[in-house]
């Protein structure tokens, strides 16, 4: 009987791998798979993933964010995600949060939190996208 533990358990881990975020992200939609993505962490909040989805025909970059040991309150913490163009001029920045804004501990299942943030009308001429983790007032 106990040769059957392994078959049991094998769900349960793939559950536990997808809770933690530890997966790679999906490939990016062809049309935008050029473009370049850069994640900047701060002292507080550190960008671990980043990639671009689409959504009911909508472009998203989606991303997770975890807390830096040590850090304690990420409610001041926002992203700023910078559109760039081959010569690193900014076409556009938006700040947005993430969520849950206080980041739970690493240690728990759920040491993350997550953004969603819409890209449309997206600037034809981007190649680059920085999704930057910054403290405090513009
Ligand atoms: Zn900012």
Same mark, same amino acid.
């Given at each position: ?9 094998? !769900? ?12 790679? !992200? ?11 993505? #850069? ?6 909040? @550190?960008?671990? &993933?980043?990639?671009?989805? @689409? #959504?009911?025909? &909508? ?8 807390? $830096? ?12 995600? =910078?559109?760039?163009?081959? $010569?690193? =001029?900014?076409?556009? #920045?938006?700040?947005?949060?993430? #969520? ?6 690493? /240690? &728990?299942?759920?040491? /993350?939190? @997550?953004? /969603? ?6 600037? !034809? $001429?981007? =190649?680059?996208?920085?999704? @930057? ?6």
């Amino acid at each position: 009987m106990k040769r059957f533990k392994p078959l049991v358990l094998a !769900p349960i881990a793939a559950f536990a791998l997808a809770l933690t975020g530890c997966v790679t !992200p999906p490939p990016p939609p062809s049309d935008v798979a050029h473009i370049k993505l #850069e994640q900047v962490d701060s002292s507080v909040v @550190r960008v671990e &993933r980043l990639w671009l989805a @689409r #959504e009911e025909g &909508r472009l998203f970059a989606v991303g997770d964010v975890s807390k $830096n040991l040590g850090a304690d309150d990420t409610t001041r913490t926002h992203l700023d995600v =910078v559109l760039l163009d081959a $010569n690193g =001029v900014t076409l556009r #920045e938006t700040s947005v949060q993430f #969520e849950p804004r206080q980041i739970p501990r690493a /240690h &728990r299942m759920h040491g /993350h939190s @997550r953004f /969603h943030v819409l890209l449309d009308p997206l600037p !034809p $001429n981007v =190649v680059r996208i920085e999704v @930057r983790a910054h403290e405090g007032a513009h």
